[in-house]
């Protein structure tokens, strides 16, 4: 069974960083692509960042490029997002997702879901 355990939310100033972790229990984890997705209170979920299969790719959102940085450790099975210059709006629950496609953006390409972190940044 498919498991992502995201870690690293928290509670922070703005213009601070957090660093997300996902874990995934993925045996084939090297022909996944990641993504990382949030939710804000009210909104609907949206694509934030994800990367390919050997992370030689990665692509974002506007609202978070330059900003955001997503990278993978294929030998320790993790996806991670670090957020740098963080904005009140910028909070909101992030979610870890895999896909079997070689690069997805939209939530319907992703397989798998983690359970989300809460990030929220105070002004």
């Known amino acids: 069974q498919v498991q992502l355990d ?15 972790s996902c ?8 022909r996944y692509a990641m993504g990382w997705f ?4 009210g909104k609907e979920r949206e694509f934030v960042a994800g990367i390919t299969w050997s992370g ?8 978070v490029k330059g900003r ?5 450790d294929n030998a320790k099975n993790t996806v991670y997002l670090q957020m740098n210059s963080l ?3 910028d909070t909101a629950v992030y979610y ?3 896909s079997r496609w070689f ?3 939209g939530e319907s390409e992703y397989d798998y879901w983690g359970q989300g972190t809460q990030v929220t940044v105070s002004s």
Request: charged share 20%.
């Open 96 to 98: 870890c997702a895999a």
């Open 38 to 41: 949030r939710q804000a209170p």
């Open 6 to 20: 995201e870690s690293g939310g928290g509670l922070v100033q703005a213009g601070g960083s957090l660093r997300l």
């Open 56 to 63: 030689g790719n990665t692509y974002y959102s506007d609202s």
């Open 87 to 89: 904005k009140p709006e």
């Open 68 to 72: 955001f940085t997503i990278s993978r």
């Open 23 to 30: 874990a995934a229990s993925i045996r084939t984890f090297h």
């Open 103 to 105: 690069e997805a953006r």
